[in-house]
């Protein structure tokens, strides 16, 4: 009551250090996001647009970052946080205009872009629409943030701009091809400022997200099919020199899975290159599952097991081959069974 202003300062400074701060679980982080979300909306009764615009533009980005990180308890609550935090950005950028603050015009085109590109679509027009508008609101973000001046953000809003290309929905297949090649082009400059020395973990990432824009381009472009996959391997092994199997697990499995997609699907010249691509890939997924077992990720390893079944009958192993796509089968069956206990457990709750 008698000291509103610094009240909703206070907030405001206590909302960014909820969301900064390390947390020793799951539950710890999304209940400090959760209390950043509550500080940013009470802040907001005092700095109102009137009086306090550049404020008010200020907080209203805070709270979308903290209702983009939020992990929500359900699907519709994952929704809702992101189309407020959607709203909000929308909102502060009718402040941040380009003239008279670039820097947090483009900080909050980014936070836009990356909010649209996570929101759930209720159909695939509207997806169309929230990743055309994402793509808008990152290239608009290039025209402040460049190479020269903010090399490290200039990287980032590229990666951003490469993975919504990556999942546009296009009209044509010429204009597929058209945003994939945008896209690779997009990761290919991130990594002449992402280096591995400089920033290892992202270097990976963007290298994962160059060989998925290349596998995409492989499938709409005959003429560039091999040459693209093979780019694509070239990426996922000089990414395997960061994820290792002992710091990242998981990115680990994930791009050994992708690596040995891309072998199994690569044209070769000759049988003995198609019998190397087999034995890489083989490896490759043989690796992926002592990490994705069958006890802790039984549909994922009902996937490689399949894959990995069908590589090892076509390379002569026809025995353990069919052992893993009777245990894929398996599996698939179990999860199959459980799914309808569930559903039926449902019904009768009513």
């Avoid at 009470?42 to 009086?51: F, G, I, Q």
């Avoid at 058209?178 to 280096?195: C, H, K, P, S, Y």
């Avoid at 960061?242 to 791009?255: I, Q």
């Amino acid at each position: 009551d008698r000291y509103p202003v610094e009240w909703a300062g206070i907030l405001n400074n206590l909302a960014g250090a909820l969301k900064a701060l390390p947390a020793r679980s799951p539950d710890e982080r999304a209940a400090a996001l959760r209390e950043a979300v509550a500080a940013c909306r009470e802040a907001l009764t005092v700095y109102t647009k009137d009086r306090y615009p550049v404020e008010w533009a200020g907080i209203l980005n805070n709270l979308a970052g903290a209702l983009k990180a939020l992990p929500a308890r359900s699907p519709d609550e994952r929704a809702a946080a992101l189309r407020e935090a959607v709203a909000a950005c929308r909102e502060a950028l009718t402040v941040y205009t380009k003239d008279r603050y670039p820097v947090e015009r483009a900080t909050t085109l980014n936070n836009l872009g990356n909010a649209l590109e996570a929101l759930p679509a209720r159909s695939p027009d509207e997806r169309a629409a929230a990743l055309d508008e994402a793509i808008g609101a990152f290239r608009e973000a290039l025209t402040v943030y460049t190479k020269d001046r903010y090399p490290v953000e200039w990287a980032t809003t590229l990666n951003n701009l490469g993975y919504a290309l990556l999942g546009s929905a296009a009209r044509s297949p010429e204009e597929r091809t058209a945003a994939l090649r945008e896209a690779i082009g997009a990761f290919r400059d991130v990594l002449t400022v992402q280096t591995k020395d400089g920033y290892p973990f992202e270097w990976a990432m963007t290298l994962g997200n160059l060989a998925a824009a290349l596998q995409a381009l492989s499938a709409t472009s005959p003429d560039e099919r091999a040459a693209a996959l093979r780019e694509a391997i070239t990426a996922y092994r000089e990414a395997l020199n960061v994820y290792t199997k002992d710091r990242h697990p998981v990115e680990w499995a994930a791009t050994l899975i992708n690596l040995a997609g891309v072998l199994q699907a690569l044209p070769t010249r000759s049988p003995d290159e198609r019998a190397v691509a087999l034995r890489e890939a083989i490896a490759a997924y043989r690796d992926a599952l002592t990490v994705l077992t069958k006890d802790r990720h039984p549909d994922k390893y009902a996937k490689i097991a399949a894959n990995l079944g069908s590589l090892l009958i076509e390379s002569g192993d026809i025995a353990e081959g069919q052992r893993y796509l009777e245990s894929a089968l398996a599996l698939r069956e179990f999860l199959l069974d459980q799914g309808s206990a569930i559903e039926s457990w449902l019904r009768q709750r009513g």
